[in-house]
């Protein structure tokens, strides 16, 4: 049952989706519809040719990642990306950074180089999406554990609401290798962005969200529940199936328990 609270809406004017077995979101779309089925393969990640030569050596999976889902959703809204606001939302960031970061401090040379040090901050995704797009908007950069999909959508659509101005959110999550792998089995990394506009022009539906107490829905295919309880990026599936089949109707995500969010799906 849903509270008392009224809806947050935007238009969804393009999508971006990279994870395993996921190369992007065409694959992933034909994928949802039950056209072909979901076979777990490690994630593709695409070189990011917007880096100067010098930072696309030293970007990480988690910059491929996040920068490649990003533009993906861009490009098909057909959109500027140095114009956008963002939102990044991430349950750990870069993983195998925090692990190369973890045996380096724990062995007898604890010099960190200086492209280590940088790439352990939260907001090193989008400080990289700043020099690939020249992006001078205004950046939100979240992090709330298996919450982080939730919380940046949140984020996102009230800043849709009240500045009155697209938002490109980016979810993305990264595995750790052993042993923090132990204690944080995300089996590898992925992401989906989407980019939300308080105008209707160009866009493939509107979705609006609000609290609720319900469960969250699962996704009916084994391969993809896995997914979306494994990636917390990939929280977003249940809403993302409906989109794909191009069908209206409402999906519960997970957030803070006992919360969960209802999102509804309207195609355009």
Known sequence: ???????????????????????????????????????????????????PPAERRRASR????????????????????????TVFSASGADGHNCHALCEQLAGEDRQISPTRF?????NAA????????????PCQVIGAYDASFGAGLLDALAQV?????????????????EPLRAKRDTPDCGAVALLLSPDAEGALGVLTVAPTTEAAEPM????????????PAMR?????????????????????????????????
């Not at 910059?63 to 956008?84: C, F, N, P, R």
């Not at 999406?129 to 001078?136: C, L, P």
């Open 161 to 177: 609401a009240v500045d009155g101005q697209p938002v490109l959110l980016i979810a993305y999550d990264s595995e750790y290798p």
């Open 62 to 85: 988690v910059i491929k990642l996040s920068l490649g889902v990003g533009l993906e959703a861009v490009k098909q809204a057909g959109a500027d990306a140095s114009t956008l606001a």
């Open 126 to 137: 989008a400080g990289y999406w700043g020099i690939a797009t020249r992006a001078m908007a």
């Open 118 to 122: 940088h790439n352990s901050v939260h």
């Open 1 to 51: 049952m849903s509270t008392a609270m009224k809806p947050l809406q935007a238009f969804v004017t393009g999508i971006g989706l990279i994870a395993p077995g996921l190369p992007d979101w065409a694959i992933a779309a034909a994928v949802l519809r039950g056209e072909q089925g979901h076979t777990p393969a490690p994630t593709l990640l695409p070189v990011p040719e917007l880096l």
């Open 236 to 268: 977003a599936l249940p809403l993302l199936r409906r989109v794909a089949a191009g069908q209206g109707g409402e999906a519960v995500l997970d957030y803070l328990a006992p919360m969960q969010l209802q999102v509804g799906w309207q195609p355009c």
């Open 220 to 231: 009916p295919d084994a391969s993809l529940e896995a997914l979306r309880t494994s990636i």
